[in-house]
């Protein structure tokens, strides 16, 4: 039983109650249940007091009962939970397969009301469906067209309307408000439409208000002008200058703020739309005059050119290498090349019609920087010499060139392909027009000439005093052939003399004319100035002075000139050529030689043959010129036909007359020679071969006309190896042993020889065959020289060895020289020579032949 109030207790002890709280706990753990519930069984019986008890498991199986009963009803409660949520899945899922199909067959139906009106709008003439794409939308592509021609006529209509608005508001208020309400909006668009509306306006004032143009015809708008009141009238053309100026000056204002700051995309905005205002001619003038380049350069523009005194003496001396381009345009042409590479970058990113711009920075750098430099460097080079201004001309030339070449090759705003068609043809162009002035027509070709005219008759001054002082023949055929180059000569002659004393001759040029020339400046009389002998004698390194100095000339002719001008060029080269080296100074040599041989063709003393050396630097020279002239002045002139056949003939005839000459002079030596031999010969005397006394013999066997004979031979030998070489001095030398064989073989015809004296006449003969033999011989005429020999023999041998030699004689004469065994005739001469030829032997001889 229980008790009953505070202190009663039940029965049976009450076992711990639980919740389903306590074993849905994630921290439940059935050992630690199980233990706890032990403790709490063991400590209440120690709490009793009482002595201990054996356990008592009811309460707890009660417990576990009431457990089992919570967790059955637990599980049923679960069960129809999980049945009813089962049913409500089942039921969700059904719905949702039942959305997805209304919504399947909504969108089929979407699909196919728009395939019938896209099938409608291109197909409208109800072709078949398989060829709705034939269409290609033209519908769709009609309709868009026509929407933005609507659009374009609601723009246009906006604009006239604004455009109108602009217009009576300048002309009835004076004031632009609406134009400079979208001009402080800011914006390139903004700035484009100003633009094009001011020209508009411009326009529209042009006709519409004609007097503010200066047009006062009579009539505007159908008025007449005194119709027109003019006390609310506006000079819209000065207020939409005004406009236009300010809208300009504002854009280049920020144009020129970009360009400082580097903001290329701005400066390309202000610079379309300066374009669009007025074709980008003030921004492209801004741009190209205020930069720096420009700015620097116009300050150094007046500075003197740099080279000093000595290279201006080197660039004037025609014997010394040119020294090259002047050092400030060197280096203003340095400093171009790198400003246009770093330029040429930023007018492409800068305008959006670049090559424009380029084309005018271009045309400002030659045109004003290089032009003005160029001409300081060439006014001062005139002031040096002719020849100064020539080589600083080439120099230059050259050197502007390969600038453009390199400008070219970069390309500039195309980098790093090459530059474009335009570009390069404006380069050329500013290349071309830089040198027009100095090239153009004949200017160039007689600044050439001049100076090569100048620096020959300085050379030639001294050689013409001396030729035009020596004794000339009076009259006859010499004074007459010599007649031309006499003219030359002394014109030459008094064109350096005028020089000299011409008023614009620098002092250096004039200082080296008389260089070149071999004069001082305290020479006050140039006509008396002593000359030797040897400033009248021929020189090849005269001769390839002015060769190297026309060598010159014609490279620079070739690099200055035109193409097209480059025959008739060379053409005034080699006729400055022929004329100077061939005529005044290889034939006026010649000439002298050959007037000095004609002169001693008869002399009564020893001839003297100073003059044979001169033949030999004469024909040098003609070879030099010959070859110069085929070589280079005739192979420049191919591309005329004309012009090269008209060098060709007279480049033929001057070195002919040169020629011409020298065998004249050759000719005449062998008359020189041949007469001396003649009257040396003439000299031997009757007895010469009869000698009487042996014993006055023995010790000389030649007589004395053999001795002065043989010496004047070697004299000759030696100086005519001095005229002529090679196959010239074989045909002369065998010419002139011919001569000399005819004579020796006639003379000793002329003498009685006795025994002793055909000793000395063998010796004599051996003298001469000796001293002929000293030349080099045609082997026919060597072979005619030896045949003398056979003649000596005929005065020592005795009747029977010449009943010998008689058997092996020529049948008939055809001349000493020629034949190659003694003739018949002559054989009987030299044998009636001898002085026992009344002897029975030596007649037995003769009558035998």
Not at 54 to 76: H, M, V, W, Y
Not at 542 to 547: S, V
Not at 638 to 662: D, L
Request: glycine share 4%.
């Amino acid at each position: 039983m229980e008790r009953t109030g505070s202190g009663s207790r039940a029965l049976f002890p009450k076992g711990p109650s639980f919740t389903i709280d306590d074993f849905s706990n994630k921290d439940f753990i059935v050992r630690d249940f199980v233990d706890d519930l032990a403790e709490s069984a063991v400590s209440f019986n120690r709490r009793s007091g009482q002595a201990q008890q054996p356990f008592d498991p009811k309460p707890l199986i009660r417990t576990f009962e009431n457990a089992l009963q919570g967790l059955g009803n637990l599980s049923e409660e679960l069960q129809a939970k999980e049945s009813d949520l089962l049913s409500q899945a089942r039921r969700g899922e059904i719905q949702h397969d039942q959305t997805l199909e209304i919504l399947g067959r909504k969108l089929d139906q979407s699909i196919d009301q728009f395939e019938a009106l896209d099938l409608t709008l291109n197909n409208p003439n109800g072709n078949e469906r398989g060829n709705r794409g034939d269409a290609g939308g033209n519908i769709a592509v009609q309709i868009g067209e026509k929407l933005e021609e609507l659009d374009r006529k609601r723009r246009r209509a906006l604009d006239a309307n604004f455009l109108i608005q602009c217009w009576l508001q300048v002309s009835e208020t004076g004031e632009l408000t609406l134009l400079q309400d979208i001009q402080r909006q800011g914006g390139s668009e903004n700035k484009v439409r100003c633009a094009v509306i001011a020209h508009q306006l411009m326009r529209i004032s042009q006709r519409l208000d004609p007097i503010s143009w200066g047009q006062t015809n009579g009539f505007r708008n159908g008025y007449a002008n005194s119709e027109i009141d003019d006390d609310r009238r506006y000079n819209t053309r000065e207020i939409l200058e005004k406009f236009c100026e300010t809208l300009e000056q504002d854009l280049l204002k920020q144009f020129n703020n970009s360009y400082r700051k580097q903001n290329f995309d701005d400066m390309k905005e202000c610079a379309k739309v300066l374009y669009d205002f007025n074709g980008g001619a003030s921004v492209i003038a801004v741009f190209v005059n205020q930069h720096q380049f420009f700015i620097d350069r116009d300050q150094l523009i007046t500075d003197e050119v740099t080279m000093d005194g000595e290279t201006w003496d080197q660039l004037a001396d025609p014997d010394s290498e040119p020294p090259g381009v002047e050092p400030s345009l060197q280096s203003l042409i340095d400093e171009v090349k790198i400003v246009m590479q770093e330029e040429s970058f930023i007018i492409k990113r800068a305008f959006p019609y670049y090559e424009t711009v380029l084309i005018k920075f271009i045309q400002r750098v030659f045109q004003q920087s290089i032009q003005q430099r160029l001409e300081l460097v060439l006014e001062k080079a005139n002031t040096i010499s002719s020849l100064a201004f020539l080589r600083s001309l080439h120099s230059s030339r050259s050197y502007i060139g390969a600038l453009v070449e390199d400008l070219k090759a970069h390309g500039l705003t195309e980098h790093p392909e090459p530059c474009s068609p335009q570009i390069s043809q404006t380069l050329d162009q500013q290349m071309e027009e830089l040198f027009v002035p100095y090239i153009v027509g004949n200017s160039y070709i007689e600044r050439e000439k001049k100076s090569l005219e100048e620096l020959f008759n300085s050379l030639l001054f001294k050689y013409n005093i001396y030729h035009s002082r020596r004794k000339k023949a009076p009259t006859g055929f010499m004074a007459s052939l010599a007649q031309r180059t006499d003219q030359l000569m002394s014109s030459a002659k008094d064109a350096y003399l005028e020089r000299l004393e011409s008023s614009d001759l620098t002092a250096t040029q004039k200082a080296m004319m008389l260089r070149v020339a071999g004069v001082q400046e305290t020479d006050k009389n140039k006509n008396e100035i002593e000359v030797s002998e040897a400033e009248g004698v021929l020189s090849t390194a005269t001769a390839k002075r002015m060769l190297t100095w026309l060598a010159e000339s014609v490279r620079r002719t070739l690099e200055l000139g035109s193409p097209s001008d480059t025959p008739k060029d060379v053409a005034i080269l080699l006729n400055l050529l022929l004329t100077n080296m061939g005529q005044v100074y290889v034939e006026t040599a010649l000439e002298a030689a050959l007037e000095k041989a004609t002169s001693q063709e008869n002399v009564k003393t020893e001839p003297d043959l100073s003059y044979l050396p001169s033949v030999r630097p004469a024909v040098t020279i003609g070879s030099m010129m010959n070859r110069f002239i085929n070589m280079v002045l005739i192979r420049l002139a191919e591309s005329n036909t004309t012009v090269r056949r008209s060098m060709e003939a007279q480049a033929k005839m001057g070195i002919e007359s040169i020629e011409k000459k020298a065998s004249s002079i050759m000719k005449s030596t062998v008359d020189v020679i041949v007469n001396w031999i003649s009257k040396s010969l003439a000299q031997q005397k009757k007895l010469d071969f009869l000698p009487k006394d042996e014993l006055s013999i023995i010790d000389s066997l030649q007589t004395p006309t053999c001795t002065t004979t043989c010496m004047f031979l070697s004299k000759c030998t030696k100086l005519i190896s001095q005229a002529v070489d090679g196959a010239n001095l074989e045909v002369f030398s065998s010419e002139l042993a011919l001569e000399i064989q005819r004579l020796l073989f006639e003379h000793f015809k002329k003498f009685k020889v006795n025994a002793t004296g055909g000793l000395m006449v063998t010796k004599d003969i051996a003298g001469y065959v000796a001293a002929l033999k000293e030349w080099p011989l045609a082997k026919d005429v060597e072979a005619a020289v030896e045949m003398l020999t056979e003649i000596g023999y005929l005065f020592i041998i005795g009747p029977e060895a010449l009943r010998e030699r008689s058997r092996n004689l020529a049948s008939s004469s055809a001349g000493p020289a020629a034949a190659k065994k003694l003739a018949k005739a002559d054989f009987k001469a030299f044998i009636q020579s001898r002085d026992d030829a009344k002897t029975a032997g030596v007649q037995s001889v003769l009558s035998s032949l």
